[in-house]
């Protein structure tokens, strides 16, 4: 999952509601309630940070400034959230909250963000961005147990999306630009060792890194042409990538996840009618297209093999599962949904 430095920009459109319905509709039974699963899911209202159990609701983000939560792991009871929150003199904190009590990872001096969060055994990792003291150029870095280790340096711009660790191996996927924030390109790090994904040709957007087992998998996408339509790609242990190929002509992948040798990739794609973009996702590259309204699947996870994704619909904080849609409370305002995670009561 990864959090850009500028927001998404989508077309807006109000589509019929019977071309809406033909693709979900709105779930109105008790998964929310105690007999069904739990869903946790972390996101923003407006521009304050949120944690969601199932229907309750959690401000994090308790300062005066805009904040937002970006990611999100379990480790047994305990709840660990990261994002960031901008602090009195207007700088980005990136920070993490467990069990709903913040941790600054940065001091406030200079803008900074965390992305996205992994723990194994004892150690918690964070992949994020922090800025250079007194200068206008991000530093792509990780922080474990708090001490942070920076992969690149002022020479160019650099933000680290995701993270993941098998053994002693640290991996952080995530985007490198020249200093005028131009030509983006696609990389990962292994052991602060960097690799390229893509190049010049296109631009960097989205990326997410996943382990399961052995084996790393990781999704990109690219912005191709001059009308900003995008191309998604994946890999299994950084093997010939995989492109996306559904019969349209953009397909943003946002999250991945991957159970018994297939692929799951969250995100949005050409709409039903081609004008707009809305929710979908891919399995081993074959779409499922959620909604038909203005919306995108910023997290997808799967529960008893049934996949669960998670976003935004119409400005609203949604989740989508078994051809169902269902909102989160939002009080008023938009809220989306950034990270999702879906446990058996």
């Known amino acids: ?115 996205s969060i992994v723990i194994a055994g004892t150690d918690v990792y964070i992949a994020g961005q922090e800025m250079v003291s007194g200068g206008t150029t991000y530093i792509a870095k990780y922080w474990k147990n708090g001490v942070s280790v920076s992969l690149t340096d002022a020479g160019e711009n650099a933000i680290s999306s995701d993270i993941a660790v098998l053994g002693n191996d640290v991996y952080v996927i995530g985007e490198r630009r020249q200093l005028n924030w131009l030509n983006p390109v696609t990389c990962y790090w ?41 191309q998604t790609r994946y890999s299994k242990n950084f093997s010939q990538p995989t492109l996306i190929q559904d019969g349209t002509s953009s397909s943003r992948g946002t999250s991945l996840i991957v159970q018994n040798n297939n692929v ?36 997808i996870v799967l529960l008893n093999n049934e996949v669960y994704t998670a976003g935004y619909q119409n400005s609203t904080a949604t989740y989508w599962h078994k051809g169902n849609y269902k909102t989160l409370p939002s009080s008023s305002g938009s809220s989306l949904i950034r990270k999702i995670i879906v446990k058996d009561n």
């Open 190 to 230: 292994k052991n602060g060792q960097r690799t390229d994904l893509s190049d010049q040709n296109s631009a960097a957007d989205n990326q997410a890194i996943y382990i399961i087992g052995n084996d790393v998998y990781t999704m990109w996408s690219t912005i191709y042409n001059k009308q900003g339509q995008i």
């Open 1 to 115: 999952m990864h959090m850009k430095t500028l927001p998404f920009t989508f077309t807006l459109m109000i589509l019929t509601a019977l071309l809406f319905l033909s693709c979900s509709k709105r779930d109105d039974d008790d998964s929310l309630s105690e007999s069904g699963p739990i869903i946790h899911a972390v996101g923003k209202i407006n521009d304050k940070a949120i944690y969601w159990k199932n229907s309750s609701v959690t401000i994090l983000g308790k300062g005066p400034g805009a904040s937002e939560a970006v990611g999100m792991t379990m480790n047994g009871a305990d709840i660990y959230v990261v994002g960031y929150e901008i602090n009195a003199n207007g700088k980005y904190v990136a920070r993490y909250w467990k069990n709903g009590s913040a941790v600054d990872l940065t001091d406030g001096s200079n803008d900074a963000r965390a992305n």
């Open 264 to 299: 799951y990739i969250g995100g949005s794609g050409v709409s039903a009618t081609g004008n707009t973009m809305s929710a979908k996702y891919w399995k081993n590259g074959t779409p499922v297209t959620l909604s038909s309204d203005d919306s995108q699947a910023l997290s």
